[in-house]
Protein backbone atom coordinates (compact mmCIF):
# COMPACT_ATOMS: atom_id res chain seq x y z
CA UNK A 1 0.00 0.00 0.00
CA UNK A 2 1.28 3.52 -0.45
CA UNK A 3 3.27 4.71 2.59
CA UNK A 4 4.27 8.27 3.85
CA UNK A 5 6.90 9.43 5.82
CA UNK A 6 4.06 11.69 7.74
CA UNK A 7 1.49 9.67 9.80
CA UNK A 8 -0.87 13.07 10.18
CA UNK A 9 -0.48 14.76 6.51
CA UNK A 10 -1.72 13.43 3.33
CA UNK A 11 0.07 10.18 1.71
CA UNK A 12 2.22 11.97 -1.02
CA UNK A 13 4.22 8.13 -1.69
CA UNK A 14 2.76 5.76 -4.98
CA UNK A 15 1.82 6.29 -8.34
CA UNK A 16 -0.25 8.59 -10.54
CA UNK A 17 0.28 9.71 -14.38
CA UNK A 18 0.64 12.73 -15.72
CA UNK A 19 -0.49 13.78 -19.95
CA UNK A 20 2.94 14.48 -21.06
CA UNK A 21 3.10 17.23 -23.93
CA UNK A 22 5.09 17.02 -26.99
CA UNK A 23 8.56 18.15 -27.42
CA UNK A 24 9.74 16.80 -23.95
CA UNK A 25 11.31 14.01 -22.60
CA UNK A 26 10.13 11.56 -20.11
CA UNK A 27 13.42 12.36 -18.01
CA UNK A 28 12.71 15.94 -18.12
CA UNK A 29 8.78 15.74 -16.96
CA UNK A 30 10.65 14.23 -13.81
CA UNK A 31 12.63 17.45 -13.34
CA UNK A 32 10.26 19.57 -13.57
CA UNK A 33 8.08 17.77 -11.33
CA UNK A 34 10.96 17.63 -8.91
CA UNK A 35 10.96 21.75 -8.92
CA UNK A 36 6.80 21.52 -8.45
CA UNK A 37 6.74 19.40 -5.92
CA UNK A 38 9.95 20.71 -3.81
CA UNK A 39 7.49 24.42 -3.64
CA UNK A 40 4.66 22.47 -2.69
CA UNK A 41 3.65 22.08 1.61
CA UNK A 42 2.50 18.77 0.21
CA UNK A 43 5.94 17.57 0.63
CA UNK A 44 7.31 19.39 3.35
CA UNK A 45 7.34 16.29 5.36
CA UNK A 46 8.82 14.47 3.43
CA UNK A 47 11.79 16.34 2.28
CA UNK A 48 12.34 16.44 5.99
CA UNK A 49 12.57 13.04 7.07
CA UNK A 50 14.37 12.17 4.03
CA UNK A 51 16.90 14.76 4.76
CA UNK A 52 17.25 13.29 8.68
CA UNK A 53 17.30 10.24 7.21
CA UNK A 54 20.62 10.66 4.67
CA UNK A 55 22.31 12.91 7.34
CA UNK A 56 22.51 9.06 9.17
CA UNK A 57 23.81 7.72 6.08
CA UNK A 58 27.59 6.49 6.86
CA UNK A 59 30.33 7.91 4.36
CA UNK A 60 30.00 4.25 1.80
CA UNK A 61 26.04 4.93 1.65
CA UNK A 62 26.87 9.12 1.12
CA UNK A 63 29.49 8.32 -1.77
CA UNK A 64 26.89 5.68 -3.63
CA UNK A 65 24.47 8.30 -3.45
CA UNK A 66 26.60 9.12 -7.01
CA UNK A 67 23.94 11.23 -8.50
CA UNK A 68 23.33 14.06 -5.46
CA UNK A 69 24.04 17.32 -6.32
CA UNK A 70 25.76 19.52 -3.15
CA UNK A 71 23.84 17.78 -0.75
CA UNK A 72 20.49 19.02 -2.14
CA UNK A 73 17.29 16.85 -1.01
CA UNK A 74 14.30 16.21 -3.85
CA UNK A 75 11.87 14.39 -4.07
CA UNK A 76 12.11 10.91 -5.36
CA UNK A 77 10.86 10.11 -8.43
CA UNK A 78 10.30 7.78 -11.51
CA UNK A 79 8.52 6.54 -14.22
CA UNK A 80 7.11 3.29 -15.49
CA UNK A 81 8.17 3.42 -19.21
CA UNK A 82 9.32 5.71 -21.78
CA UNK A 83 7.56 7.97 -23.67
CA UNK A 84 9.57 9.21 -26.86
CA UNK A 85 9.85 13.28 -27.04
CA UNK A 86 7.65 13.46 -29.96
CA UNK A 87 5.10 11.34 -28.19
CA UNK A 88 2.18 12.14 -25.61
CA UNK A 89 -0.14 11.05 -23.44
CA UNK A 90 -0.09 8.76 -20.15
CA UNK A 91 3.38 8.60 -18.75
CA UNK A 92 3.11 6.71 -14.87
CA UNK A 93 5.18 8.44 -12.32
CA UNK A 94 6.29 6.57 -9.04
CA UNK A 95 6.76 9.04 -6.07
CA UNK A 96 8.99 8.07 -2.90
CA UNK A 97 8.48 4.62 -1.86
CA UNK A 98 5.66 4.31 -4.90
CA UNK A 99 8.53 3.80 -7.54
CA UNK A 100 9.14 0.31 -6.67
CA UNK A 101 5.76 -0.37 -7.41
CA UNK A 102 6.94 0.61 -11.26
CA UNK A 103 8.65 -2.71 -12.45
CA UNK A 104 4.65 -3.79 -12.32
CA UNK A 105 3.70 -1.63 -15.01
CA UNK A 106 5.82 -3.11 -17.05
CA UNK A 107 4.14 -5.97 -17.83
CA UNK A 108 0.91 -4.47 -18.41
CA UNK A 109 -0.89 -3.43 -21.31
CA UNK A 110 -0.88 -0.10 -23.27
CA UNK A 111 -3.14 1.38 -25.35
CA UNK A 112 -2.05 4.13 -28.66
CA UNK A 113 -3.46 6.21 -31.25
CA UNK A 114 -0.97 6.29 -33.45
CA UNK A 115 -0.22 8.46 -36.89
CA UNK A 116 1.39 7.16 -40.04
CA UNK A 117 2.22 8.47 -43.33
CA UNK A 118 2.96 6.83 -46.24
CA UNK A 119 5.34 7.30 -49.11
CA UNK A 120 8.69 7.25 -47.23
CA UNK A 121 10.53 5.50 -44.29
CA UNK A 122 13.52 6.86 -42.22
CA UNK A 123 16.35 5.33 -40.04
CA UNK A 124 14.68 6.12 -36.85
CA UNK A 125 10.92 4.74 -38.01
CA UNK A 126 9.44 8.27 -37.22
CA UNK A 127 9.47 12.00 -38.59
CA UNK A 128 12.64 12.75 -36.92
CA UNK A 129 14.64 10.67 -38.95
CA UNK A 130 16.60 10.35 -41.90
CA UNK A 131 14.95 9.34 -45.20
CA UNK A 132 16.22 5.42 -46.02
CA UNK A 133 13.65 4.69 -48.49
CA UNK A 134 11.00 6.65 -50.67
CA UNK A 135 8.11 4.85 -52.05
CA UNK A 136 4.78 4.71 -54.28
CA UNK A 137 2.22 4.95 -52.22
CA UNK A 138 -1.15 5.46 -54.81
CA UNK A 139 -1.94 1.98 -54.45
CA UNK A 140 -3.11 1.61 -51.41
CA UNK A 141 -6.20 1.64 -50.34
CA UNK A 142 -8.48 1.12 -47.07
CA UNK A 143 -9.65 -2.33 -47.72
CA UNK A 144 -5.79 -2.93 -48.31
CA UNK A 145 -4.77 -1.55 -45.42
CA UNK A 146 -7.59 -3.39 -43.29
CA UNK A 147 -6.37 -6.62 -44.97
CA UNK A 148 -2.61 -6.14 -44.18
CA UNK A 149 -3.61 -5.08 -40.63
CA UNK A 150 -5.02 -8.58 -40.06
CA UNK A 151 -0.96 -9.76 -40.12
CA UNK A 152 -0.02 -7.99 -36.82
CA UNK A 153 -3.32 -8.84 -34.42
CA UNK A 154 -2.91 -11.58 -31.87
CA UNK A 155 0.59 -13.27 -31.45
CA UNK A 156 2.95 -11.94 -33.63
CA UNK A 157 6.93 -11.66 -34.27
CA UNK A 158 8.31 -8.05 -34.11
CA UNK A 159 11.90 -6.95 -34.81
CA UNK A 160 12.83 -3.96 -32.51
CA UNK A 161 14.07 -1.14 -34.19
CA UNK A 162 17.98 -0.16 -34.82
CA UNK A 163 17.35 3.15 -33.36
CA UNK A 164 16.64 1.81 -29.74
CA UNK A 165 18.18 1.09 -25.96
CA UNK A 166 18.28 -2.56 -26.45
CA UNK A 167 21.61 -3.99 -25.56
CA UNK A 168 23.89 -6.14 -27.80
CA UNK A 169 26.64 -7.46 -26.22
CA UNK A 170 26.89 -4.47 -23.80
CA UNK A 171 25.82 -1.95 -26.56
CA UNK A 172 22.98 -0.10 -27.39
CA UNK A 173 21.66 -0.90 -30.47
CA UNK A 174 21.11 2.87 -31.47
CA UNK A 175 25.17 3.39 -30.90
CA UNK A 176 26.37 0.96 -33.36
CA UNK A 177 23.31 3.07 -35.80
CA UNK A 178 25.27 6.29 -34.90
CA UNK A 179 28.63 4.92 -35.39
CA UNK A 180 27.77 2.98 -38.68
CA UNK A 181 28.96 0.02 -37.36
CA UNK A 182 28.26 -3.53 -38.28
CA UNK A 183 26.25 -5.63 -35.94
CA UNK A 184 27.68 -8.30 -34.18
CA UNK A 185 24.77 -10.30 -34.95
CA UNK A 186 21.25 -9.88 -35.94
CA UNK A 187 18.22 -8.65 -34.02
CA UNK A 188 16.22 -10.96 -32.24
CA UNK A 189 12.46 -10.82 -33.14
CA UNK A 190 10.54 -11.18 -30.02
CA UNK A 191 6.91 -12.19 -29.20
CA UNK A 192 4.58 -9.52 -28.97
CA UNK A 193 0.66 -9.49 -28.36
CA UNK A 194 -1.78 -7.25 -30.28
CA UNK A 195 -5.08 -7.33 -28.07
CA UNK A 196 -6.50 -4.93 -30.78
CA UNK A 197 -5.93 -2.87 -33.39
CA UNK A 198 -8.23 -0.53 -35.29
CA UNK A 199 -7.92 1.56 -38.82
CA UNK A 200 -9.48 4.89 -37.53
CA UNK A 201 -9.41 6.85 -40.40
CA UNK A 202 -7.30 7.49 -43.87
CA UNK A 203 -6.81 11.34 -44.23
CA UNK A 204 -6.07 13.14 -47.38
CA UNK A 205 -6.52 16.53 -46.29
CA UNK A 206 -3.58 17.02 -43.02
CA UNK A 207 -0.75 19.19 -42.33
CA UNK A 208 2.15 16.13 -42.12
CA UNK A 209 4.40 16.18 -45.48
CA UNK A 210 7.77 14.19 -46.16
CA UNK A 211 11.06 15.18 -45.94
CA UNK A 212 12.21 17.40 -48.27
CA UNK A 213 14.86 15.44 -50.80
CA UNK A 214 17.86 16.28 -48.59
CA UNK A 215 17.14 14.74 -45.57
CA UNK A 216 18.52 11.45 -47.17
CA UNK A 217 20.69 8.85 -45.00
CA UNK A 218 24.16 7.95 -45.89
CA UNK A 219 24.45 5.91 -48.37
CA UNK A 220 25.80 2.99 -46.03
CA UNK A 221 22.77 3.16 -44.01
CA UNK A 222 20.43 3.01 -46.81
CA UNK A 223 22.16 -0.05 -47.81
CA UNK A 224 22.10 -1.19 -44.18
CA UNK A 225 18.26 -0.70 -43.82
CA UNK A 226 17.30 -2.50 -47.07
CA UNK A 227 19.38 -5.54 -45.84
CA UNK A 228 17.41 -5.33 -42.35
CA UNK A 229 14.29 -4.77 -43.87
CA UNK A 230 14.65 -7.79 -45.87
CA UNK A 231 15.51 -9.79 -42.66
CA UNK A 232 12.10 -7.89 -40.72
CA UNK A 233 10.26 -9.36 -43.71
CA UNK A 234 11.58 -13.27 -43.53
CA UNK A 235 11.00 -12.66 -39.45
CA UNK A 236 7.77 -11.52 -39.11
CA UNK A 237 6.22 -13.04 -42.44
CA UNK A 238 5.59 -10.12 -44.16
CA UNK A 239 6.13 -11.09 -47.49
CA UNK A 240 4.91 -14.15 -49.21
CA UNK A 241 7.28 -16.27 -51.34
CA UNK A 242 7.76 -14.43 -54.89
CA UNK A 243 7.49 -18.13 -57.03
CA UNK A 244 4.03 -18.60 -55.32
CA UNK A 245 1.63 -19.18 -52.16
CA UNK A 246 -0.17 -21.10 -50.72
CA UNK A 247 -4.24 -22.15 -51.18
CA UNK A 248 -6.16 -24.62 -49.37
CA UNK A 249 -9.10 -26.41 -51.80
CA UNK A 250 -11.92 -27.83 -50.32
CA UNK A 251 -10.80 -31.38 -49.93
CA UNK A 252 -7.79 -29.72 -47.40
CA UNK A 253 -5.33 -30.01 -49.71
CA UNK A 254 -2.79 -27.30 -50.26
CA UNK A 255 -2.46 -25.85 -54.01
CA UNK A 256 -0.34 -23.58 -55.37
CA UNK A 257 -1.03 -20.46 -57.61
CA UNK A 258 1.11 -18.29 -59.48
CA UNK A 259 1.48 -15.10 -57.38
CA UNK A 260 0.81 -11.84 -58.94
CA UNK A 261 3.61 -9.56 -59.49
CA UNK A 262 3.98 -6.54 -57.18
CA UNK A 263 4.34 -2.83 -58.73
CA UNK A 264 7.56 -1.77 -58.11
CA UNK A 265 7.24 0.41 -55.26
CA UNK A 266 10.81 2.37 -54.92
CA UNK A 267 11.15 5.67 -56.32
CA UNK A 268 12.60 8.90 -57.13
CA UNK A 269 12.21 11.76 -54.34
CA UNK A 270 10.85 14.36 -56.77
CA UNK A 271 8.07 11.75 -57.93
CA UNK A 272 7.29 11.41 -54.73
CA UNK A 273 7.16 15.05 -53.68
CA UNK A 274 4.59 15.96 -56.66
CA UNK A 275 1.52 15.05 -54.03
CA UNK A 276 1.00 14.83 -50.47
CA UNK A 277 0.61 10.82 -49.40
CA UNK A 278 -2.18 10.19 -46.90
CA UNK A 279 -1.82 9.68 -43.21
CA UNK A 280 -3.01 6.31 -41.49
CA UNK A 281 -5.00 7.29 -37.78
CA UNK A 282 -4.82 3.15 -35.75
CA UNK A 283 -5.96 2.92 -32.58
CA UNK A 284 -4.52 -0.29 -30.86
CA UNK A 285 -3.99 -2.45 -27.49
CA UNK A 286 -0.57 -3.97 -27.16
CA UNK A 287 1.64 -6.23 -24.88
CA UNK A 288 4.64 -4.10 -22.99
CA UNK A 289 7.56 -3.55 -25.31
CA UNK A 290 5.95 -3.38 -28.43
CA UNK A 291 7.32 -0.68 -30.70
CA UNK A 292 4.96 1.67 -32.61
CA UNK A 293 7.51 3.19 -34.74
CA UNK A 294 8.32 -0.25 -36.16
CA UNK A 295 4.84 -1.45 -36.43
CA UNK A 296 4.05 1.59 -38.50
CA UNK A 297 7.46 1.03 -40.27
CA UNK A 298 6.23 -3.27 -40.98
CA UNK A 299 3.06 -2.24 -42.03
CA UNK A 300 4.52 -0.02 -44.94
CA UNK A 301 6.58 -3.26 -45.67
CA UNK A 302 3.58 -5.31 -45.82
CA UNK A 303 1.81 -2.57 -48.21
CA UNK A 304 4.30 -2.53 -50.83
CA UNK A 305 5.11 1.18 -49.88
CA UNK A 306 7.36 3.10 -46.86
CA UNK A 307 6.01 4.66 -44.21
CA UNK A 308 6.65 6.18 -41.07
CA UNK A 309 5.10 7.13 -37.60
CA UNK A 310 4.70 11.41 -37.19
CA UNK A 311 2.48 11.30 -34.26
CA UNK A 312 1.69 9.00 -30.84
CA UNK A 313 -0.04 9.57 -27.90
CA UNK A 314 -0.89 6.93 -25.46
CA UNK A 315 -3.90 7.27 -24.23
CA UNK A 316 -3.80 4.36 -21.01
CA UNK A 317 -1.01 2.17 -19.48
CA UNK A 318 -2.83 -0.46 -16.91
CA UNK A 319 -5.34 1.36 -14.84
CA UNK A 320 -3.93 4.83 -15.65
CA UNK A 321 -5.98 6.36 -18.70
CA UNK A 322 -6.44 9.80 -20.21
CA UNK A 323 -9.24 11.48 -18.71
CA UNK A 324 -9.34 9.67 -14.77
CA UNK A 325 -8.65 10.89 -11.63
CA UNK A 326 -5.56 8.93 -11.55
CA UNK A 327 -4.02 11.03 -14.42
CA UNK A 328 -3.28 15.26 -14.23
CA UNK A 329 -3.30 17.24 -17.07
CA UNK A 330 0.15 18.68 -17.90
CA UNK A 331 -1.24 22.17 -17.62
CA UNK A 332 -2.22 21.91 -14.06
CA UNK A 333 1.12 22.10 -13.17
CA UNK A 334 1.49 25.51 -14.27
CA UNK A 335 4.84 24.82 -15.85
CA UNK A 336 5.89 26.04 -19.17
CA UNK A 337 7.83 25.05 -21.90
CA UNK A 338 9.95 27.38 -23.88
CA UNK A 339 11.52 26.38 -26.98
CA UNK A 340 12.20 22.76 -25.85
CA UNK A 341 14.00 21.09 -28.90
CA UNK A 342 13.76 17.02 -29.25
CA UNK A 343 15.74 15.25 -27.07
CA UNK A 344 17.10 12.84 -29.34
CA UNK A 345 19.08 10.56 -26.51
CA UNK A 346 15.95 9.81 -25.29
CA UNK A 347 14.02 9.37 -28.46
CA UNK A 348 16.02 6.44 -29.63
CA UNK A 349 15.85 5.25 -25.69
CA UNK A 350 18.59 6.25 -24.07
CA UNK A 351 15.99 7.62 -21.18
CA UNK A 352 15.60 5.46 -17.75
CA UNK A 353 12.58 3.05 -18.11
CA UNK A 354 12.25 2.66 -14.31
CA UNK A 355 14.00 4.74 -11.95
CA UNK A 356 13.99 7.99 -14.21
CA UNK A 357 15.27 10.69 -11.74
CA UNK A 358 16.34 10.36 -8.66
CA UNK A 359 17.56 13.52 -6.72
CA UNK A 360 18.93 15.18 -10.10
CA UNK A 361 17.90 18.58 -10.19
CA UNK A 362 18.46 21.88 -12.14
CA UNK A 363 18.59 25.20 -10.80
CA UNK A 364 15.45 26.31 -9.69
CA UNK A 365 13.27 27.28 -12.85
CA UNK A 366 12.22 30.71 -11.44
CA UNK A 367 16.19 31.68 -10.85
CA UNK A 368 17.33 30.71 -14.70
CA UNK A 369 14.63 32.59 -16.49
CA UNK A 370 14.99 35.83 -14.50
CA UNK A 371 11.36 35.58 -12.90
CA UNK A 372 12.30 36.40 -9.25
CA UNK A 373 10.69 36.36 -6.14
CA UNK A 374 7.20 37.95 -8.19
CA UNK A 375 6.77 34.16 -10.07
CA UNK A 376 3.30 32.90 -9.95
CA UNK A 377 2.51 29.74 -8.20
CA UNK A 378 1.52 26.44 -9.74
CA UNK A 379 -2.20 26.27 -9.63
CA UNK A 380 -3.18 24.52 -6.41
CA UNK A 381 -5.93 22.42 -8.69
CA UNK A 382 -2.69 19.87 -9.16
CA UNK A 383 -2.61 19.87 -5.50
CA UNK A 384 -5.64 18.45 -4.96
CA UNK A 385 -5.88 16.19 -7.92
CA UNK A 386 -2.71 14.55 -6.75
CA UNK A 387 -3.91 13.95 -3.34
CA UNK A 388 -6.80 12.40 -5.22
CA UNK A 389 -4.38 10.36 -7.26
CA UNK A 390 -2.95 8.90 -4.08
CA UNK A 391 -5.90 8.33 -2.32
CA UNK A 392 -7.00 6.07 -5.31
CA UNK A 393 -3.72 4.44 -5.80
CA UNK A 394 -3.77 3.53 -1.71
CA UNK A 395 -7.33 2.18 -2.21
CA UNK A 396 -6.17 0.08 -5.09
CA UNK A 397 -3.30 -1.54 -3.33
CA UNK A 398 -5.36 -1.92 0.02
CA UNK A 399 -7.68 -4.22 -2.33
CA UNK A 400 -5.01 -5.91 -3.56
CA UNK A 401 -3.59 -6.72 -0.28
CA UNK A 402 -0.32 -4.93 -1.64
Not at 16 to 26: C, E, G, L, M, R
Not at 163 to 183: D, H, I, Q, T, V
Not at 207 to 227: C, H, R, T, V, Y
Amino acid sequence: MATSYSTSGPIVEGLFAVNKPTSISSAEVLRKLQIVFKKSPLFKDWLSAELAKRRKETNNQKRRRSHAKKGRIQVKLGHGGTLDPMATGVLVVGVGSGTKKLPTLLGGEKEYVATAILGAATDTYDRLGKVTKRAEWRHVTREMVEEKLKLFRGDIMQVPPIFSALNMNGKRLYEYARNGEELPKEIDARKMKVDSLELLSIETEHSWGLPGPGEEADESFQNFAKKFEKKVEELEGLKEPEAKRVKVNGDGAGKTTPKAKRTPAVVGASTVAEEIPPILRLHMTVSSGFYVRSFIHDLGIALGSAAHMVALMRTRQSAFELGKENTIEWEDFGIKLKGYEFLKDEENGKGKDVEGVDGEEEEEEGEEEGEGEGEEKPRPVWERKFTRAMELFGQSERAKGG
